[in-house]
Nanobody, 118 residues
Framework: QVQLVESGGGLVQAGGSLRLSCVAS????????MGWYREAPGKQRDFVAR???????NYADSVKDRFTISRDNAKNTVYLQMNSLKPEDTAVYYC????????????WGQGTQVTVSS
């Protein structure tokens, strides 16, 4: 079985930085694309960023030039470095991974709360 466990959320002031981590564990052949979504209170879950197995990246316009996604393949971990945080970034952040454990499947983490105060 595959699990994704997130960490690094918390409370930060506007303009500050935070680094989220998400580690995949279990039995699988490979991890393909990994990424992040976020869900603000009362709103839909929106795409934030993704990174492919060859380190190609893609970002939502709302976080471009402020957030950086990266991965450590040896640790099966994806990171989201968040700089210049705004109150509008307040949300539960969810990581995901496309993992081959016999066949490709999308897995989700449990989410981690990020709160940005003004």
């Amino acid at each position: 079985q595959v699990q994704l466990v997130e960490s690094g959320g918390g409370l930060v002031q506007a303009g500050g930085s935070l680094r989220l981590s998400c580690v995949a564990s279990g039995s699988f052949f490979s991890i393909n694309t990994m990424g992040w979504y976020r869900e603000a209170p009362g709103k839909q879950r929106d795409f934030v960023a993704r990174i492919s197995s060859s380190d190609w990246t893609n970002y939502a316009d709302s976080v471009k030039d402020r957030f950086t996604i990266s991965r450590d393949n040896a640790k099966n971990t994806v990171y989201l470095q968040m700089n210049s945080l705004k109150p509008e970034d307040t949300a539960v952040y969810y990581c995901y991974a496309i993992i081959n454990s016999g066949s490709d499947r999308r897995y989700w983490g449990q989410g981690t709360q990020v709160t940005v105060s003004s």
